[in-house]
């Protein structure tokens, strides 16, 4: 029996006496190891500045470089600025083929929003939101009205100093919508502007100032900024709207600064650009003013 139990006892697994060891959120981790779990690196200015830079890459930033080289093609070309058209909604496909250019129409706004999805990612990783900069939905009543008077000041304006650009040889020629005329053409052209609004106030108004603020630039260093990264990706139509865009982003800039909302610009961007896009279906090449 004494030979019984010594050997059941030999067989027995011994017991670790080496300790637990538990990350910082409790969980145990394997006996006897060495390794360290990772924690999340500080938020430092130079991470904060980076990533500025890779959304404005992905974006905005973007357009602006290819605005610029569109610009100066313009005014190396033979023909005089306001010889020159520039398209804003173009068919993806042929005429024969309306359901692939709705398809791409669709996934062209579609994925042009990815970036405002990081952006609002991002600011939750920093531990805010879209609520931080205003892009919700708790007070539709007075964004819609604020943006209702935003869109007809800034959009009559903005006209105003398109026909006399225009007339100077200062501006191209814009043609807002190119489409075939098919059934889904003042949709498509609604969400065109919809995303407009969206990606050009998060990104250039509420995330760009915000994210500037955090760097140390001062209240004026922000505003300029924004308003001339939004005057150049708007190069590509001529001299005479990036003075107009420039414009139209300091109004905008002291509207979210007095009152930390995107979301009244948003509605006020999206208003101007369905005027313009579904005023041209129906106006262009019958109102002799308007040039076309």
Known sequence: MAAI?????????MADSTPERRNASG????RGSSEVPAQPSALTPRLLGTEVLCVLALS???AAVSATISFVSALTAPESLGQQTASLVTPQAGDQRPWLDLSRQLY????ALAPVALVVHLLHRTRESAATIGFDVRRPGRDLGSGAVLAAVIGGGGLVVYLVSWQLGMSVTVAPSTLN????????LILQAVKNGVLEEVIVV????????????SATSTVLASATLRAVYHLYQGAGMFLGNLAMG???CWFYRRYGRVMPLVVAHAAIDIAAFVGSVFLLGKVEWLPS
């Open 181 to 188: 005329g098919n059934w889904w053409q003042l949709p498509v």
């Open 27 to 30: 969980a145990a981790t394997a």
């Open 206 to 217: 509420g995330y760009l100032m915000r994210r500037l603020g955090q760097l140390g630039w």
């Open 5 to 13: 139990r010594l050997t059941l006892c030999h067989d027995l697994p």
């Open 60 to 62: 905005l930033g973007a």
């Open 250 to 252: 300091l109004v905008f």
């Open 108 to 111: 062209s706004v579609l994925f």
